[in-house]
């Protein structure tokens, strides 16, 4: 049975710390089961936004749901249904064991607890004989990350934030940390928001991804942000010069120069130039990665133009009509109108 409500509602937040804005978010909804990855260069903002969305800091303005209800940081009624995992992972300094029931004795559920903690080490890949009585300091980086991921599994939450899970830790324990996360999603329901730097794995497992930046949702996932210096030509267009030589002009915004944003769906690839199509902007580059979008069938493609990154987005009819594979040089194409500012 589908829940009545979202898990989230976030309406008008707005966060600073100090006299900076580091996050403003007028609308966003996250539905109940789903997951939803979080992209964006460090400083963005989304640590911020998953503190928020734990109820582990109140924003300095606006309101959040749960499922339909209005709620508050440090709600007795929020607190054993959503926990934050980050990048860094705090232990008690206590054994393996005991970091791990510490949320269910809490909860005053101590039930059963040899198993829980047996089956809670095993879905992330410990031997519950060999680390239930280590001691924190005994543990390496990807065990602790791989105990403290445990510790959360095992209070079977309604909803699981995970702030750049994977970015510390060896190879095995990444797998095990991302497998562990869809059992969750899989066994018990729970909705998922992940931030990660690993965006072809949120590409595949995620039903949406958001774009932040300077603290500023994009809903359509990965956006191509354009920034300084620039240079002015006239009232109407400036114009961003690259190292090799080519030049990206813009429509000026009407008030301050700030980021430029060029929306994937408005750049346009082939494989030479076409001064018939109107395009002000055609850049040569040649593509570094194609990535499948597991929900809408689309392909990603990042180009790099010397200095610059950009990203569009192809049918799978596009890849087959230009050959297109890492490696191979293209031109990307789009109008200097098409440019949005924040």
Known sequence: MTPPHPAYQLRHIQHYYGDKKVLDIQDLTIENGSITGLIGPNGSGKSTLLK??????????GQIFYNGRPEVPFSQ??????????QKPYLLKRTVFENIVYGLKIRRDDNDLTNRVKKALLNVGLDYNRFAARKWHELSGGEAQRVAMAARLILKPEILLLDEPITSVDTKSAKLIRQASLNAR???????????????????????????????????????????PFEKTGKKTIVKALDD????????????????????????????????????????????????????????ATVAIHDLTLITRLSPDQISRFNLYPGKSVMLGFHSTDVEWI
């Open 52 to 61: 928020i969305l734990a109820f582990a800091l109140r924003p300095t303005r």
């Open 77 to 86: 009624t929020i607190r054993s249904k959503v926990t934050l995992l980050t």
């Open 186 to 228: 899989d066994n018990w329901g729970t909705t998922l928001v992940i931030a990660s730097h690993d965006v072809q794995w949120l590409g595949s497992i995620s039903d949406r991804q958001l774009a932040i930046f300077n603290g500023t949702i994009f809903a359509t996932g990965m956006e191509n942000i354009i920034t300084g």
């Open 245 to 300: 030589g080519q030049r990206i002009r813009l429509k000026a915004p009407a008030q301050e120069l700030g980021s430029a944003i060029i929306r994937k769906q408005n750049i346009t690839i082939g494989l030479e130039q076409h001064p018939d199509k109107g395009l002000d902007n055609q850049l040569s580059g040649h593509i570094v990665s194609l990535m499948l979008e597991n929900k809408s069938g689309h392909i990603m």
